[in-house]
């Protein structure tokens, strides 16, 4: 079975073509620019030059058709016709607590994610778009919805409710959602495997460090807790997102600098965190550059974005009454050895001994950074939520599969009878 995943944004549509049997990518890209002049359709095949196309594309829907062309392209492609993709799966940011796990759509599926609109503006509406476009260029492909919230549908009230008047979460649903859960899913369960213990018997906190950044404490096989909230913008330090703060800074910046509510919004989601503190960049590879040329800003930075990072490792150790495995995953947390040391040499009061050698390690593989005689193991499982959503794809159409079986098979002895 080919799977099409697909992560709709506003102006961009990412892709992987995913053969089912054997997990392998047949092939991925991009479209960017949608809805403006010169759009920008990339697509990778393994082993051969990426192709580059730039033309019109003003929508969603135009955007799949391109798609779908360049996979059944005669030089470029990888199928020979549509009919070769049986299902595509979408990733949704946020489910509400409508959803605890994916589902195929339906008529009520897309009336519920609508519903969701508000909580998710920039993302939600993207993503139908995203679907919409799908039934208009594959009316016949059953498609399937990825949620990032709903991993974290198991947590309990102490750790989703805020501490403000409950009508705000019986009205309006305010609440912690958290994010990530692909990930934090995706690594749990190979972190399990990697340990040779099974999941149910595991403390874990999972540390998804990327531009976007959250830990996640995992207490056998589900979520317990997450640092971020109602929308991606709590928790930790990010590349230009500020995670927690005082929520009186919000009033108190609005009345000192003349600003609306919009521009703070802005000022806290897009020109805060390593952006702000290092003054150079949101990318962690040109803040440890600089921090390495001497720094200081950039210093400061990296040392307050790590230092985050360790506070919520340190209280979810206290949430769960101890941790089996802290695993770091994604663009950061995979690849930055120095951020995974700034870490975890604060944390051996509760046992952690990194390896310096093993934490050097560059590989594509789940692998272990703690020394031998580490109580606490660290991991560094590589992340893959576009498998994820292929998975999860692939098992909800088969399980449709099968209940269409069964009923036509009860139909069958029932008219025998
Ligand atoms: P996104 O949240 O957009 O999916 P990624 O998980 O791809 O983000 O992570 C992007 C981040 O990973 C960037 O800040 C980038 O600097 C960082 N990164 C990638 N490679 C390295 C590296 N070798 N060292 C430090 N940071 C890295």
Do not use: C, E
């Given at each position: 079975m080919n799977i099409l995943v697909i992560n709709a944004g506003s102006s961009s549509l990412k892709y992987q073509l995913y053969n089912m049997e054997t997990e392998d990518v047949l092939a991925k890209g991009r479209v960017e620019r949608i809805g403006m002049d010169s759009s920008i359709l990339t697509h990778e095949v393994d082993n051969q030059p990426e192709v580059r196309e730039v033309s019109e594309i003003l929508d969603h829907t135009t955007a799949i058709k391109k798609v779908l062309d360049m996979l059944t392209?005669?030089?470029?492609?990888?199928?020979?016709?549509?009919?070769?993709?049986?299902a595509v799966g979408h990733r949704v940011v946020h489910g509400g607590e409508s959803f605890s796990r994916s589902v195929l759509v339906d008529q009520a599926v897309k009336l519920e994610i609508r519903k969701l609109f508000d909580l998710a503006p920039l993302h939600n509406p993207a993503h139908m778009m995203g679907i919409a476009a799908v039934e208009a260029n594959l009316p016949e492909v059953p498609q399937a919805v990825v949620f990032d919230t709903a991993f974290h549908q198991t947590m309990p009230p102490i750790s989703y409710l805020?501490?403000?008047?409950?009508v705000l979460y019986s009205k309006h649903k305010i609440r912690r959602y958290g994010f990530h859960g692909t990930s934090h899913d995706y690594v749990s369960k190979k972190a399990a495997d990697f340990l040779g213990r099974p999941l149910s018997e595991l403390k874990l906190i999972t540390c998804h460090i990327g531009n976007g950044a959250s830990c996640a404490a995992i207490l056998y096989g589900q979520s317990y807790d997450t640092s971020m909230g109602m929308t991606p913008l709590e928790g930790l330090m990010m590349g230009t997102r500020s995670g927690d703060l005082d929520p009186a800074i919000v009033p108190y910046t609005i009345n000192k600098e003349d600003l609306t509510l919009n521009e703070v919004n802005s000022m806290l989601n897009k020109h805060s965190g390593l952006l702000a503190i290092s003054g150079i960049s949101s990318d962690m590879r040109e803040v440890v550059d600089a921090m390495k040329e001497g720094n200081e800003k950039a210093k400061l930075a990296f040392e307050m974005y790590a230092y985050r990072i360790r506070k919520y490792i340190g209280s979810y150790v206290a949430a769960m009454d101890g941790v089996d495995a802290i695993v770091f995953t994604a663009g950061v947390g995979e690849n930055s050895d120095a951020l995974r040391k700034e870490v975890c040499q604060g944390l051996t009061f509760f046992g952690v001994q990194l390896s310096g050698e093993r934490n050097a390690v560059r590989s594509s593989e789940p692998r272990r950074i703690t020394s031998d005689d580490s109580k606490v193991s660290v991991l560094v499982v590589p992340t893959n939520e576009e498998l994820l959503i292929a998975r999860d794809t692939y098992n909800l159409v088969l399980e449709q599969h099968q209940t269409i079986t069964e009923a036509d098979s009860d139909e069958q002895s029932n008219e025998g009878e």
């Open positions: 392209h005669k030089k470029f492609g990888v199928l020979r016709n549509m009919s070769d993709i049986q805020y501490a403000i008047p409950t």
